[in-house]
């Protein structure tokens, strides 16, 4: 809005020091009342600020942003995010990415947003995205390749994930069957795979990243505080976005080329190494019933092999894993 561009060139002339109320009232043209609605909204969109009687206010803090710029700024890819769509705020980037595939965007778009206003799981689960504090990204991907192979995509972009967050925060993740990545049992990212295809052919692939960064405690609804964790909690300290975005680009790319030229043999391997599940007795809901037995790996498609107590091995294409107390 003007008066957002207005207050916020006039705490740019000053260079750190403090606007006095006064002076932002005359400058805007409203009453003093008004100027700290005003600051109220810019405390909401990520500043820092500081109030103190009778000197005014001043910025501490920007907004650690993910635009367009901060993405690019760094980024050692081929083609991965070489197209970015940004936007401050979207209702999910998931629908975006499809939007933009279906117009034939190049392939490694990616659309990214600071919030999402309806972000969504699997099943139409609601994914809570607040403004500045994760990252929310969709990637558009143009593999040559048959439908049946687009779950695999779930578990190389898990692979990516992990390692990029081993790498740029020092962390220890783990990966759930199928598309949760876990700090310590706690979610800390979600994957999301959807597919554009005809019956013999992927269009495009459409990978969607929740990863809570710089959420604290109180920015999660009650409903995930148990279950739910970011980068930041887990490492007592926040983290750059763009960087942890750099990363996870980086990484997938060079999987993606590694799964187009060698298969998906390389990547199980890896995968393994940081499966929670494997070897451990889980109870796999999904849509059509549940399934209670040991977890033994996954094929060469990506497809959960489950051993229940006669002995009986179940292939499972997708379902949310649970422990049971026994473990
Ligand atoms: P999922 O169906 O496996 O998980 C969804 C479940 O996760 C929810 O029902 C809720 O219990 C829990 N949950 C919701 N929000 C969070 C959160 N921020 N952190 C931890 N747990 C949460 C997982 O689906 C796949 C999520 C993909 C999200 C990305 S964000 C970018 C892209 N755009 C979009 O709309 N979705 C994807």
Known sequence: SPIRKKMLEAFSKSKGEFVSGQSLADILGCTRTAVWKHIEELRKEGFELEAVRKRGYRIIKTPDKVTDNEIRYGLNTKFLGHTIYYQESIDSTQKKAHHLAYDGCPEGTIVIAEEQTSGRGRLTR????PKFTGIWMSIVLRPKLPPQQAP??????????VQAIEEVCGLNPE???????????????????????????????IIGIGMNVNAEESDFPEELKK??????????????????IQKILEKLENYYQIYLEKGFSPIKWLWEGYAVSIGKNIIARTITGSIEGKALGITDEGVLRIQDENDKIHEVYSADIEFPDNN
């Not at 609601?126 to 995205?129: K, N, V």
């Not at 695999?152 to 994930?161: C, D, G, P, S, Y």
């Open 126 to 129: 609601p994914w809570h995205s």
């Open 152 to 161: 695999q995509f779930t578990l190389i972009a898990a692979v990516a994930v």
């Open 175 to 205: 990966i759930k069957w199928p598309n949760d990545i876990l700090i310590k049992g706690r979610k800390v990212t979600g994957i999301l795979t959807e597919l554009q295809a005809e019956s013999d052919k992927i269009n495009s692939i």
């Open 227 to 244: 279950i739910a964790t970011s980068i930041a909690i887990e490492k007592g300290q926040s983290v750059s976005r763009a960087r942890l």
